[in-house]
């Protein structure tokens, strides 16, 4: 299994900027991509960003251009910057890994507790 532990959220002010982070730890034979998500209030969970073993990138269009994602192989970390925050931007995130327990097993889901982010306006 694998475990995920997210950190870095608090409150900020529109503008600013917060880094999370996500170890993930456990037993697994690959993590083959990590994201983050988040879920605000009365809405459903979506995707923020996703980056694959390879590094590619994916990101959704509301943080185009203001949050990065990026991957510390070797520390089986994934790292959101945030900049320009707007209060919009406020819910809890959370991090997501798909992982392998063995090459040939089927890729799984982790999920990390959530953090929470609150941009104040």
């Known amino acids: 299994q694998v475990q995920l532990v997210e950190s870095g959220g608090g409150l900020v002010q529109a503008g600013g900027s917060l880094r999370l982070s996500c170890a993930a730890s456990?037993?697994?034979?690959?993590?083959?991509?990590m994201g983050w998500y988040r879920q605000a209030p009365g809405r459903q969970r979506e995707s923020v960003a996703l980056?694959?073993?390879?590094?590619?990138?994916n990101y959704a269009e509301s943080v185009k251009g203001r949050f990065t994602i990026s991957r510390d192989g070797a520390k089986n970390t994934v790292y959101l910057q945030m900049n320009s925050l707007k209060p919009e931007d406020t819910a809890v995130y959370y991090c997501n890994g798909r992982w392998r327990r063995t090459n040939w097993s089927p890729i799984l889901d982790s999920w990390g507790q959530g953090t929470q982010v609150t941009v104040s306006s």
């Open positions: 456990g037993s697994f034979f690959s993590i083959n991509a």
């Open positions: 980056i694959n073993d390879s590094g590619s990138t």
